[in-house]
């Protein structure tokens, strides 16, 4: 079985098929941007994108993937290290606090901002919703999101 993480191409050993596609991303793939945070799929800072879509990678099994384009924090920014408009938007903006939730958030909105390149604060504030921030509030987080909107030209989510 082979997996797409940011990009590249995996094997997964089949001792790893039954385990969490998080545990399998930090453990075996030392990708440790998603966060274990509950365990149980209700606070969001697990989350991943799975052929562009948020997935909750703590209730999502590795077997489950298969075949399928998995994107993690560390896959925004591109290769030289330069961050993607929507991770500068979340600095710029203050949207990040402890950081704990920050991954998973960036890519809820990412995978939004794919779908939906203007939306309204109200829409911004319902595409983020399934994910728990307990430091900022929230307004930063849609401020970020809503300024870095206009760089997802036609839904593509580009970088400048």
Not at 30 to 55: F, M, S, Y
Not at 73 to 98: K, S, W, Y
Not at 136 to 150: F, K, L, R, S
Request: glycine fraction near 12%; proline fraction near 6%; include cysteine.
């Amino acid at each position: 079985m082979r997996i797409s993480v940011n990009g590249v191409e995996r094997a997964v050993e089949p001792r790893d098929e039954s385990a969490s596609l998080l545990e399998w991303l930090r453990a075996r793939l030392g990708l440790t941007g998603a966060k274990n945070g509950c365990g149980i799929g209700r606070c969001g800072a697990c989350t991943v994108l799975v052929d562009g879509r948020p997935t909750l990678a703590c209730r999502t099994k590795v077997a489950e993937v298969a075949g399928r384009a998995v994107t993690t924090i560390e896959g925004m920014a591109a290769a030289d290290g330069t961050l993607h408009p929507l991770q500068r938007a979340f600095v710029e903006h203050g949207a990040i606090q402890c950081g704990y939730c920050t991954p998973g958030m960036v890519l809820r909105a990412h995978g939004f901002l794919l779908k939906n390149p203007a939306p309204s604060r109200e829409e911004i504030r319902k595409a983020i919703s399934p994910n728990l921030c307990r430091c900022t509030g929230y307004q930063q987080i849609i401020d970020a999101v809503e300024a870095a909107a206009p760089l997802y030209p036609q839904g593509r989510g580009e970088r400048d």
